[in-house]
Nanobody, 114 residues
Framework: QGQLVESGGGLVQPGGSLRLSCAAS????????WGWYRQALGKEREVVAT???????TYVDSVKGRFTISRDDAMRTVYLQMNNLNVEDTAVYYC????????WGQGTQVTVSS
């Protein structure tokens, strides 16, 4: 069925940084494109970054130049380095394949506030 466990969120001031991790188990990891998604309160979940099996990354315009997605296939882990955070980045962040194919994890809350 797959298990996705996100971590690394927290409260940060505008301009701050966080690094999110997503540990995947019981999944086919290496051959998949993986993505980070987020869902802000009252909004639909959106994909913010994806990374292919070859390491090619894509980003939604609002995070380009600030977020970096990476993956460690040996560790079955996907990362999201988030820099220069702003209040609009406040959301629960999730990982999954792209398009999503596994049951969603609990996510990790990112709150950007002064």
């Amino acid at each position: 069925q797959g298990q996705l466990v996100e971590s690394g969120g927290g409260l940060v001031q505008p301009g701050g940084s966080l690094r999110l991790s997503c540990a995947a188990s019981k999944v086919i990891f290496s051959f998949k494109t993986w993505g980070w998604y987020r869902q802000a309160l009252g909004k639909e979940r959106e994909v913010v970054a994806t990374i292919s099996r070859g390491g090619s990354a894509t980003y939604v315009d609002s995070v380009k130049g600030r977020f970096t997605i990476s993956r460690d296939d040996a560790m079955r882990t996907v990362y999201l380095q988030m820099n220069n955070l702003n209040v609009e980045d406040t959301a629960v962040y999730y990982c999954n394949t792209f398009p999503d194919s596994y049951r969603w994890g609990q996510g990790t809350q990112v709150t950007v506030s002064s």
